[in-house]
């Protein structure tokens, strides 16, 4: 290959300017393949932290810690933008990073989640104005939704159920086992429980995507159902638009990098695939507990 040919490549490549999308796990890339779905034509970083996972349980500084760490790395491959695809990081850690992290040397870099785009519209999915979200023990605890939900649609009651048990459940495959029923039906009585006049059910978890049709499957006919992916896809599509400076600097040659922080990239890619919906090679990111 020419040397300058070669130089040619290499500037290309360092200059990519990727959209950075980053999950605790592998639930995350059910939101990533609908942004890729809705704007295909970008570069994306997809980065996922399946080593500390899950988050779900831990403490708001140790989220935080994670969260921002993986954001950074992300930041260092180029990423201007960077989508907190993860409920857990977005209830409990992004707005620390966009008050206290990101102004000063990261001023110019951009760091969105899925609550608040989700908070937005979901209110016009209900009939009755009474709707149950379903997420993981960190995101009920932070009663982001609800706080959320309240500012856009203030006459909408908000329920919620942690579902601790469903992510784990995901993540080692047993999402489409019958085991899993008994787990899905638990909790869902439990939250209908609440009120029996519920009508919509948001999936208040990137990965309990795999499990909507069983969820589905023990509510009344007629029930909504809500995942977050294409909510999502279609609020940064809107953003994109509204925010030129953040979409000019952003690269379009269709490049999808893959990186998670365990290092048995092939289970990682056996599971990601799945939630993804076609075939992934992943990279070894190291990042200490």
Not at 192 to 208: E, G, K, N, P
Not at 238 to 265: M, P, S, V, W
Request: hydrophobic share 40%; proline share 4%.
């Amino acid at each position: 290959m020419p040397q300058a040919f070669a130089f040619f490549i290499f500037a290309v490549m360092q200059s990519n300017k990727p959209i950075g999308v980053f999950d605790s796990g592998l639930g995350g890339l059910t939101v990533f393949r609908s942004i890729v779905e809705q704007l295909p034509g970008y570069d994306y970083i997809y980065f996922g932290d399946n080593k500390r996972a899950p988050y779900g349980d831990r403490s708001f500084n140790t989220i935080h810690q994670y969260t921002w760490e993986c954001v950074q790395w992300l930041f260092n491959q180029g990423c201007p933008l960077v989508i907190l695809a993860c409920n857990t990081a977005s209830a409990k850690a992004l707005r620390t990073i966009q008050q206290r992290n990101l102004p000063g040397v990261y001023h110019d870099k951009r760091v969105l989640g899925v609550i608040r785009p989700t908070a937005e519209v979901i209110g016009n999915y209900t009939q009755t104005k009474q709707i149950g979200v379903l997420g993981t023990n960190g995101t009920v605890k932070s009663e982001s939704y609800v706080i959320e939900i309240n500012k856009f649609f203030p006459d909408v009651k908000v329920y919620q159920q942690a579902c601790p048990l469903w992510v784990p459940l995901i993540e080692n495959g047993e999402y489409d086992k019958p085991g899993a029923d008994y787990y899905v039906k638990e909790y869902l009585e439990q939250i209908m429980a609440q009120s029996a006049d519920i009508d919509t059910m948001l999936l208040a978890c990137t990965h309990y995507p795999l499990l909507q049709s069983k969820i589905q499957a023990y509510l009344p006919a007629g029930f909504t159902v809500v995942a977050q992916g294409d909510i999502v896809a279609y609020s940064l599509v809107d953003y994109l638009k509204r925010h030129a400076e953040i979409e000019e600097q952003l690269t379009q040659n269709g490049t999808r990098k893959f990186y998670t922080t365990t290092d048995d990239t092939e289970d990682f890619d056996r599971h990601a695939s799945l939630f993804f919906g076609d075939v992934i090679k992943s990279s070894f990111v190291s990042m200490k507990e």
